[in-house]
């Protein structure tokens, strides 16, 4: 691998700031990267023609005043982006052009940035392995058999292979932080309406938020600043001013207290995962951080409650998909037939199982008992939070229950892929900031990840305690290039 | 005065029957963009040309509601004297069809926006009091064209996402008439506040009809079935009708009714199944994500209040006191905002009694004729005002004054000038009356002596003779009282 | 509570999807496991516990009446399988 590459964000936005490299310098070597990893089939679309133009544009201009000059990045196939194809790893997208642009993706072009590409994801972001999607697995850079975690699983491959220097993805039950844990990068999933929605493909409207994927903490804190900000085209989003994450970042977390949740520790827990918990906890504490130990009673609902909420939503938020405005259409004789076979044909099954799950649950008899009840259980669960946070500043527990797992093992039962997200859902219902920062590793030396979970809008202290915990981790992504 | 009795009832062979009838009128706001989106709600424009990203449900297009839409149905509510709930939320209701490009209609569902309230109206046989059930805030779906072509339909979104009020009744309406005035009342009262102009051929005024009957004396509701989208009052009047009379035969032949969607017919005057019991809609209603709940402020209530016009009921209550007016009359001139506007204008100079009948009289016959509003009316307020001004006067008489009514039509011209140019002007000096009648009477002298022994109708005769002399200008009454002197 | 294939298909035509009977048996079992797993929610007592109506502290935020948008009727067409000038153009209905 050569050099540019293997640096961090945030010594790349510099490096070409103090003319140490060019834009194009750097764009080539990323478009290397990735036209040598194709088997990791991170990529859907390629852009590579068009980012090599903004480099060139870029370097004649050299406007270094963006967060974010002259740096290519490749984005989750969630993300409209505007002329280029954005299919939401979807057969029934497959085709689709969009004539607008999302706005945080615009944040990011606003910043001096450029796309470079779209990355693979399960199939309307319902997945954790990237195994969903209609134009196939992707592969965890860690090892050929392994899934990188889902649904962001291309942004995270790419990530962690260096196919681009940073990359944003989506977050509706752990999408951002499971794969980062899986891939030995750090994932942030920030505060409900921090970011705005408008432009991205939407899969559950009262979970989704867009959030930084990235190789350290001190780009993660780049990239959100970036990203972030009101918007009023988007009713969820919330006008509260965007902090300078990035220049407010510090390790200087002495007195911050920590709450350690038991009913995290879960039954039949492995050890790695435990051990893991402990050293974090000992990070911090090491740092000056006050350990108390906590009770979010209701976290063993989290999950079910999830899987009513979601698929509800999701049954509803894609009934659009129909075949007449854009997209696939199939064949028949009236249109109720066209309708049918269009979206048989055109959604996997894991979209086929939540949209009748939620269609079902919502349907005539069942509200109360299910959509109703699910929501009742969120409050719960997000009170649960609100105590919390008068006694602690943030909340340390694991990312996930295992490290990754190997494609197809949890294929052939849908449950059993739905455990994956036992730590980063109840989050998700809370409407809260959350970020998984990479700390160790299990005795296959593959990556695990720590979460670490912060009040609303208040992501800085969740940076500034994983930027401790990254000092003290000493974590390296240690795998050979298997692939190129 | 309450002419009659309620009396429409069904005779059927058995038993004489009631029909029952609520009405879901979906009346469209009056706004100039669209309830969720920016696109513009001008009827007419050519397809899909005031369709935005939102309307068209692409990926990732979210939501952003009007503020005008909300103070219009708020405003609507106090006009309905209803309660306004100051939280509601909107609803996601979940189906599939061609002009639904969501796959869903955001409404409301659970918690509307307005509550519950009540219109008054004026039957023949007395006063009518109709309840509201509530209103809510919904968008309106788009158009399917199915005639264009043999085996495809075009869709239109132009209308998709424009805001609709959904106003439904108690099932309080007994009869097609009661349905009729209802629904004149809810559309004056949505006129007269602005929030909808009430163009039913435009569209932007529909309603779905439920009808059911029952034996006269039964106290339980029977089972209705709702004739949707029904867009005249006078198809409104029609349908159920039919559907009552359909309703009866069935159960008195021993049958049930089944509880279903019918659409009139307009051509053959039937109703007729819409869709079977299996394909039956399950909405499953869900509050919409994408938005949060509405909670308003008190203040902005009242301040919505503040801003009302004076209201149909409310004014034709001061008409009657302060302009000596009839309920009958009453009710004529404040049945749209602008002949209230108009008529109000004609009296600030001119007798009102003149008034009330020339306009109720004399110039709706001209603007049913011609099918013009009064706000079309070939005569002006101000024009009017002056014509009644003139008979009031003496200038002109009653007769003469018809004569300009319809000269004046040719441009709206001034009634003083048409009465200056062809010397119209009423002869009232008494001397020259006097002149013409000792005239009349010495040409009939075998006349006048009939008429001393007793042919006491030939005293028209004469009013007569001196009026075609005057050219019929001259003063009827003066004619009459130097007649009667001359003839002692 | 278990979803039978009856089920599967009533749902199914709600949705717009059409199955054939190996996927609608397949579902019928898949849907019926996730069931069990959500019907865990029934252990917990919520009667006294309100619904969350929104994640946000916030009020609804409004927009002005003004015409900012529509008069791009090539865009809105634009991705149309099936269109032409005017219309986007879709197999009739049956009423």
Same mark, same amino acid.
């Given at each position: ?274 051990? $893991?918990? &402990? *050293?974090?906890? @000992? ?7 006050? %350990?108390?130990?906590? #009770?979010? =009673? ?81 409050? $719960?669960? &997000? *009170?649960?939070? @609100? ?7 943030? %909340?340390?527990?694991? #990312?996930? =229950? ?83 | ?488 | ?95």
């Amino acid at each position: 691998m050569s050099k540019i590459s293997e640096l961090s964000l945030t010594k790349i936005v510099n490096g070409i700031k103090k003319k140490e490299f060019t834009s194009l310098e750097v764009t080539n070597e990323f478009i290397e990267n990735s036209k040598k990893s194709r088997k990791l089939n991170s990529y859907i679309t390629e852009c590579f023609d068009e980012a090599t133009k903004s480099a060139k544009n870029f370097d004649q201009k050299k406007d270094f005043k963006g967060l974010l000059s002259g740096i290519p990045i490749a984005v989750k196939d969630l993300f409209c982006t505007k002329n280029v194809k954005t299919t939401a790893g979807s057969k029934i997208l497959h085709n689709f052009i969009p004539t607008y642009e999302s706005t945080v993706t615009n944040n990011l072009w606003s910043q001096g940035a450029f796309l470079l590409g779209k990355l693979n994801c399960d199939e309307f972001a319902m997945g954790s392995s990237n195994e969903t999607s209609f134009f196939g697995n992707v592969s965890n850079p860690y090892g050929k058999e392994l899934v990188p975690g889902g649904s962001s699983g291309g942004s995270a491959s790419a990530l962690a292979a260096e196919l681009t220097p940073a990359t944003i993805g989506t977050d509706t039950g752990g999408s951002i932080r499971q794969p980062a844990s899986f891939t030995g990068t750090v994932g942030l999933k920030p505060t409900y309406g921090r970011c705005s929605r408008w432009g991205i493909v939407a899969f559950a409207s009262s979970l989704d938020q867009a959030g930084p994927m990235t190789k350290n903490v001190e780009d993660c804190a780049l990239l959100l600043q970036a990203m972030s900000g009101y918007d009023y085209k988007d009713s969820t989003s919330i006008d509260t001013k965007v902090d300078n994450y990035s220049s407010n970042l510090t390790e200087k977390v002495k007195g911050l207290k920590i709450g350690i949740p038991k009913e995290y520790r879960v039954e039949n827990m492995p050890k790695e995962i435990d051990d $893991l918990w &402990k *050293s974090g906890i @000992d990070y911090l504490k090491d740092a000056g951080a006050i %350990i108390k130990n906590i #009770s979010l =009673p209701h976290t063993i609902y989290a999950l079910p409650a999830y899987y009513i909420v979601a698929p509800a939503e999701a049954s509803s938020n894609l009934a659009r998909y129909d075949g007449v405005k854009y997209g696939h259409r199939a064949k028949g004789k009236n249109l109720n037939e066209m309708y049918e076979n269009t979206r048989s044909e055109g959604f996997g099954d894991e979209v086929k199982r939540r949209i009748l799950i939620g269609t079902y649950v919502l349907s005539s008899g069942y509200y109360d008992a299910y959509y109703l009840k699910a929501q009742k259980v969120r409050q $719960l669960i &997000k *009170s649960d939070f @609100d105590k919390s946070f008068n006694d602690v500043d943030a %909340i340390l527990t694991p #990312s996930t =229950p295992s490290s990754a797992f190997k494609i197809g093992d949890k294929s052939d039962d849908p449950v059993s892929m739905y455990l994956n997200d036992i730590f980063t859902v109840p989050i998700n219902l809370s409407g809260l900031p959350a970020i998984s920062v990479p700390a160790g590793h299990d005795k296959n030396n593959l990556p695990l990840g720590l979460q670490l979970i912060g009040r609303p809008f208040d992501e800085q202290t969740i940076l500034n305690l994983s930027l401790a915990i990254e000092k003290r981790a000493n974590f390296n992504r240690n795998f050979k290039n298997w692939w190129s | 005065m309450n002419e009659r009795k309620f009396d429409y009832f069904i005779n059927g062979e058995k038993d004489k029957w009631e029909v029952i009838i609520g009405l879901e009128v979906h009346a469209q706001v009056s706004s100039k963009s669209k309830l969720f989106s920016s696109s513009s709600t001008q009827f007419g424009a050519k397809p899909n040309t005031q369709v935005s990203l939102v309307d068209s449900a692409f990926p990732g297009m979210l939501p952003v509601i009007n503020q005008f839409c909300i103070e219009q149905s708020i405003k609507t509510g106090l006009g309905l004297k209803a309660k306004i709930n100051l939280n509601s939320v909107f609803d996601r209701k979940n189906y599939f069809y061609a002009d639904l490009p969501q796959g869903y209609q955001i409404s409301q569902y659970q918690n509307p926006i307005v509550g519950e309230g009540e219109v008054v109206l004026d039957m023949p046989y007395g006063t009518k009091r109709v309840g509201i059930e509530r209103l809510h805030l919904e968008q309106d779906a788009g158009k399917s064209i199915h005639d264009m072509d043999p085996e495809n339909s075009f869709v239109d979104l132009n209308r998709s996402g424009v805001a609709l009020m959904e106003i439904v009744s108690k099932p309080d309406l007994r009869s097609p008439e009661e349905v009729n005035s209802y629904v004149k009342k809810l559309r004056s009262i949505m006129r007269y506040i602005g929030t909808c102009d009430g163009n039913m051929q435009e569209g932007s005024l529909r309603a779905d009809v439920n009808v059911s009957v029952r034996k006269v004396g039964d106290k339980k509701f029977g089972t209705r079935c709702e004739i949707k989208n029904v867009n005249s009052i006078r198809f409104m009047e029609m349908a159920i009708a039919f559907e009552a009379k359909r309703q009866v035969e069935l159960l008195e032949s021993g049958k049930k009714i089944d509880q279903e969607t019918r659409l009139y017919d307009t051509k053959k005057n039937t109703t007729r199944s819409m869709r079977s019991k299996e394909d039956a809609h399950d909405y499953r209603y869900f509050p919409d994500p994408d938005l949060l709940p509405l909670n308003l402020d008190k203040s902005l209530i009242d301040k919505l209040k503040k801003e009302l016009p004076e209201l149909p009921d409310q004014k034709k209550e001061r008409f009657i006191k302060e302009h000596n007016l009839s309920p009958y009359e009453a009710n004529i001139l404040v049945s749209e905002k602008e002949i209230s506007e108009y008529y109000e204008k004609v009296i600030k100079e001119s007798d009102k009694k003149l008034a009330t009948n020339w306009i109720i009289v004399e110039l709706f016959a001209v603007l049913n004729k011609k099918n013009l509003p009064i706000s079309e009316s070939p005569i002006s307020a101000k024009n009017l005002s002056s014509l009644i001004k003139m008979i009031s006067s003496g200038k002109i008489s009653g007769k003469i004054a018809k004569v300009v009514f319809e000269k004046m039509q040719n441009g709206d011209r001034d009634p003083n000038q048409i009465v200056e140019k062809e010397g119209l002007i009423q002869q009232s000096d008494p001397k020259e009356l006097e002149q013409i009648i000792l005239d009349v009477l010495s040409k009939n002298q075998d006349k006048v002596t009939q008429y001393k022994s007793g042919k006491v109708k030939l005293f028209g005769y004469f009013v007569g003779e001196a009026m075609k002399i005057s050219k019929g200008k001259a003063n009827p009454k003066l004619v009459n009282d130097i007649l009667k002197t001359k003839l002692k | 509570m278990s979803i039978d294939k009856n089920t599967v298909k009533h749902i199914s035509k709600l949705a717009r999807i059409s199955l054939d009977e190996k996927k609608t048996a397949s579902l019928s079992k898949d849907l019926t496991s996730i069931m069990k797993f959500i019907e865990k929610l029934n252990k917990l007592n919520t009667e006294k516990t309100k619904p969350l109506t929104s994640i946000i502290d916030a009020s609804l935020k409004t927009r002005k009446d003004e015409i900012k948008d529509g008069k791009i009727r090539d865009q809105i067409l634009k991705n149309s399988p099936e269109k032409n000038e005017e219309f986007f153009v879709v197999p009739k209905v049956i009423e």
